[in-house]
């Protein structure tokens, strides 16, 4: 999808600090090298088959697609993998990569925390140091991963500054990998940053789409009329949309957090409220004021509270080829109650996004349609929250 | 030759750096005139803006002040105006490529030149993305500084070759803030840097004690302060540009006899 210049249409680039500017590029060269290495490929697929437990299961959520009366609805469950999310898929080949590339040390930024944890747990599978940043206000509502990423032998940064949310512990990552990067590599968690990082991320979880793919062709003998997924960086969605983006039967769908209401100023829609810019490496669509400072966005979802996307989502929207719903926190919150009660999976509150607009959308489908929704991870990590959202206070 | 250059025309140059509207623009209004009465050969204007990523804490918690203070890009271009009217030291914005891509590049760049700004650093838009930039800051007569750093290696000639004005040379890694010390082999890059150009070099990044800064202009052409002085404002609010103008005055000294 990348032009030679690392570009997604005008989006995508490579605006970083010049000395970055080597590190960025020994990446390109050594994933270029490594991309089509089969001795890779089988050991980055025996870490994902017998570590993360891959194929992930595509379930038929049949109590759902009754109740809703339309669509018939499955469930990509990446929530099933070790460390309970989509993030371990990209995790492991960036951590095989910077391997390989002879690196010793991991940093990566973490926003509702299963980025960090999926770090560090690869860090500790193949022996090596990490450093965690995370907004100051993310690790108060994500205790949970916070004790897990230390407990895997991480060291968790608190980020003070900004907002203290992703966007802050993006900054402060790529802050610290200008001050080391001979054995450092930065294992970045979404589709986003310089070129190549977009595209090696979107590579790694390309896996969700190629089983669905599989998985859908020998259950159902057909492809899906729908992928849905949660966008924020939008890593599960790149993985979603991969093998579908050339079938154009199949409808792209992103849904993205829109807080308290798009027409608030506690949002985190980048397509739908943003515009283009350039920020954290890449030219894409972010939320922004005027003149061009970046909004402090708002999400209850802390894995969604970024105020951009990546590069790839941005052209697929440019050219109609994807689109991008805004969902509240609200029916997210629903949906995250709906589909515990209904199906017996409680979902990421990420993933919930998801499933508030699957709900939305499957009664308008003919009972001959498909959709498949990508439940991007577990939703233990949420529970307090939710319960503090409803005004419960429990402990945890 | 560019104003930027005059800078150095009289030997090494001492650019001293400012985020504007921190805490007011009344205060950065004064502070560049004292340094300018304190033998400031070139100022570096920072744009603030909101995320600066290049930054350590000192610039990032005044680009914060100055942004919660209401400071804009406009304002600051009718700051830049109104010094102007009396003074001749060449002036640089130093910002992030969202500030200019939002304003638009061309009515940035002609803004920029209608109030006599004469050069342009953009820490995040390496020699990879700078034809998106040049053009408009070229046709406005306004430098786009380069910047070298001490991983560029290979990359020295390609950077210095066609920069204009002056090469900024980061003098360590990480992001802007004092140093006890710079261990980089300055003079090895200098040297890599002199064999395509002429251009003047000014080393930057961590930079405070005139010991320090005399040894810098003395391995390139001049040497860049800002955390050290945004420091200062940072503790004496309204009232900096005494201080500021005492701190010049030592700095531009060492850095002019060394």
Redesign the interface.
């Given at each position: 999808m990348t032009n030679p210049?690392g570009r997604f249409g005008i989006h995508g680039?490579?605006?970083?600090?010049?000395?970055?500017?080597?590190?960025v590029i020994e990446l390109e060269e050594a994933y270029a090298r490594y991309k089509n290495d089969p001795d890779f490929q089988a050991e980055l697929s025996d870490l994902l088959n017998n570590y993360a437990n891959r194929p992930s299961l595509l379930y038929y959520a049949k109590k759902m697609t009754e109740d809703l009366g339309g669509a018939k609805i499955y469930l990509k469950r990446e929530d099933l993998n070790h460390t309970g999310a989509h993030k371990i898929n990209n995790v492991l080949g960036q951590a095989l990569l910077a391997k390989k590339m002879g690196k010793t040390r991991l940093i990566a930024e973490t926003g509702a925390g299963q980025h960090g944890v999926a770090t560090a747990t690869a860090a500790a599978l193949m022996g090596m140091e990490c450093v965690v940043f995370m907004g100051k206000v993310d690790i108060e509502r994500q205790a949970l991963n916070v004790y897990k990423m230390r407990l895997l032998g991480a060291e968790v940064r608190s980020v003070e500054?900004?907002t203290g949310t992703l966007?802050?512990a993006v900054?402060e990552a790529?802050?610290e990998w200008?001050?080391?990067?001979a054995d450092t590599h930065y294992c970045i968690g979404s589709t986003m940053g310089p070129h190549p990082f977009p595209t090696i991320v979107s590579d790694f979880q390309s896996v969700i789409s190629k089983e669905i793919k599989e998985q859908m062709l020998e259950r159902e003998g057909r492809l899906p009329d729908a992928v849905i997924a949660c966008v924020g960086g939008g890593s599960n969605a790149a993985g979603t949309f991969y093998h579908f983006i050339d079938d154009p039967e199949v409808k792209l769908i992103g849904c993205e957090a829109a807080g308290r209401g798009v027409s608030t100023l506690e949002t985190a829609a980048t397509i739908n409220t943003g515009r283009?810019?350039?920020?954290?490496?890449m030219?894409s669509y972010?939320c922004?004021d005027?003149?061009?400072?970046?909004a402090p966005v708002y999400s209850i979802s802390a894995g969604l509270d970024y105020p951009g996307i990546g590069p790839e989502h941005a052209y697929l929207h440019d050219i109609g080829r994807a689109q991008y719903v805004p969902v509240t926190d609200e029916e997210a919150v629903c949906a995250f109650e709906y589909m515990s009660r209904m199906e017996g999976i409680i979902p990421a509150i990420e993933s919930a996004h998801a499933v508030a607009y699957a709900m939305q959308l499957a009664p308008t489908m003919g009972k001959d349609q498909i959709i498949v929704i990508t439940i991007s991870g577990r939703g233990d990590k949420d529970c307090a929250s939710i319960a503090r959202y409803r005004g419960e206070d429990i402990d945890l | 030759m560019s104003k930027i250059a005059t800078a150095f025309e009289k030997g090494n140059a001492f650019i001293p750096f400012v985020t504007c509207g921190d805490p007011t623009i009344e205060t950065t209004e004064a502070v560049v005139r004292s340094m300018v009465a304190a033998g400031a050969d070139l100022i570096e204007l920072g744009i603030p803006f909101s995320d600066p990523t290049a930054e350590g804490p000192v610039i990032q918690e005044a680009s914060t002040r100055a942004l919660a203070g209401g400071v804009t890009t406009d304002k600051i271009f009718d700051m830049v105006a109104r010094l102007r009217a009396d003074i001749d030291t060449p002036f640089a914005f130093m910002t992030y490529a969202n500030v200019v891509f939002s304003y638009g590049i061309e009515r940035f760049a002609a803004r920029a030149e209608e109030v006599g700004i004469d050069g342009l650093i953009l820490p995040d838009v390496p020699f990879e993305e700078r034809e998106e930039f040049a053009p408009a800051f070229a046709a406005h007569r306004i430098d786009l500084i380069a910047m070298i750093a001490p991983t560029s290696e290979d990359r020295i000639a390609m950077i210095a070759k066609e920069a204009p004005g002056f090469i900024y040379l980061v003098s360590s890694l990480g992001v802007t803030g004092v140093r006890s010390q710079i261990t980089t082999d300055l003079e090895g890059i200098v040297a890599t840097i002199r064999k395509v150009t002429d251009v003047p070099v000014a080393v930057g990044f961590g930079i405070s004690t005139p010991d320090v800064a005399a040894h810098m202009a003395h391995l390139a052409d001049g040497a860049i302060v800002g955390s050290a002085i945004v420091k200062i404002v940072g503790a004496e609010g309204a009232q900096a540009a005494g201080a500021v103008g005492d701190y010049v005055r030592a700095m531009a000294e060492a850095v002019h006899t060394a």
């Amino acid at each position: 999808m990348t032009n030679p210049e690392g570009r997604f249409g005008i989006h995508g680039g490579q605006y970083m600090p010049e000395t970055l500017m080597n590190a960025v590029i020994e990446l390109e060269e050594a994933y270029a090298r490594y991309k089509n290495d089969p001795d890779f490929q089988a050991e980055l697929s025996d870490l994902l088959n017998n570590y993360a437990n891959r194929p992930s299961l595509l379930y038929y959520a049949k109590k759902m697609t009754e109740d809703l009366g339309g669509a018939k609805i499955y469930l990509k469950r990446e929530d099933l993998n070790h460390t309970g999310a989509h993030k371990i898929n990209n995790v492991l080949g960036q951590a095989l990569l910077a391997k390989k590339m002879g690196k010793t040390r991991l940093i990566a930024e973490t926003g509702a925390g299963q980025h960090g944890v999926a770090t560090a747990t690869a860090a500790a599978l193949m022996g090596m140091e990490c450093v965690v940043f995370m907004g100051k206000v993310d690790i108060e509502r994500q205790a949970l991963n916070v004790y897990k990423m230390r407990l895997l032998g991480a060291e968790v940064r608190s980020v003070e500054t900004g907002t203290g949310t992703l966007k802050d512990a993006v900054s402060e990552a790529m802050r610290e990998w200008t001050t080391r990067m001979a054995d450092t590599h930065y294992c970045i968690g979404s589709t986003m940053g310089p070129h190549p990082f977009p595209t090696i991320v979107s590579d790694f979880q390309s896996v969700i789409s190629k089983e669905i793919k599989e998985q859908m062709l020998e259950r159902e003998g057909r492809l899906p009329d729908a992928v849905i997924a949660c966008v924020g960086g939008g890593s599960n969605a790149a993985g979603t949309f991969y093998h579908f983006i050339d079938d154009p039967e199949v409808k792209l769908i992103g849904c993205e957090a829109a807080g308290r209401g798009v027409s608030t100023l506690e949002t985190a829609a980048t397509i739908n409220t943003g515009r283009v810019g350039i920020f954290h490496g890449m030219k894409s669509y972010f939320c922004q004021d005027e003149y061009g400072q970046i909004a402090p966005v708002y999400s209850i979802s802390a894995g969604l509270d970024y105020p951009g996307i990546g590069p790839e989502h941005a052209y697929l929207h440019d050219i109609g080829r994807a689109q991008y719903v805004p969902v509240t926190d609200e029916e997210a919150v629903c949906a995250f109650e709906y589909m515990s009660r209904m199906e017996g999976i409680i979902p990421a509150i990420e993933s919930a996004h998801a499933v508030a607009y699957a709900m939305q959308l499957a009664p308008t489908m003919g009972k001959d349609q498909i959709i498949v929704i990508t439940i991007s991870g577990r939703g233990d990590k949420d529970c307090a929250s939710i319960a503090r959202y409803r005004g419960e206070d429990i402990d945890l | 030759m560019s104003k930027i250059a005059t800078a150095f025309e009289k030997g090494n140059a001492f650019i001293p750096f400012v985020t504007c509207g921190d805490p007011t623009i009344e205060t950065t209004e004064a502070v560049v005139r004292s340094m300018v009465a304190a033998g400031a050969d070139l100022i570096e204007l920072g744009i603030p803006f909101s995320d600066p990523t290049a930054e350590g804490p000192v610039i990032q918690e005044a680009s914060t002040r100055a942004l919660a203070g209401g400071v804009t890009t406009d304002k600051i271009f009718d700051m830049v105006a109104r010094l102007r009217a009396d003074i001749d030291t060449p002036f640089a914005f130093m910002t992030y490529a969202n500030v200019v891509f939002s304003y638009g590049i061309e009515r940035f760049a002609a803004r920029a030149e209608e109030v006599g700004i004469d050069g342009l650093i953009l820490p995040d838009v390496p020699f990879e993305e700078r034809e998106e930039f040049a053009p408009a800051f070229a046709a406005h007569r306004i430098d786009l500084i380069a910047m070298i750093a001490p991983t560029s290696e290979d990359r020295i000639a390609m950077i210095a070759k066609e920069a204009p004005g002056f090469i900024y040379l980061v003098s360590s890694l990480g992001v802007t803030g004092v140093r006890s010390q710079i261990t980089t082999d300055l003079e090895g890059i200098v040297a890599t840097i002199r064999k395509v150009t002429d251009v003047p070099v000014a080393v930057g990044f961590g930079i405070s004690t005139p010991d320090v800064a005399a040894h810098m202009a003395h391995l390139a052409d001049g040497a860049i302060v800002g955390s050290a002085i945004v420091k200062i404002v940072g503790a004496e609010g309204a009232q900096a540009a005494g201080a500021v103008g005492d701190y010049v005055r030592a700095m531009a000294e060492a850095v002019h006899t060394a």
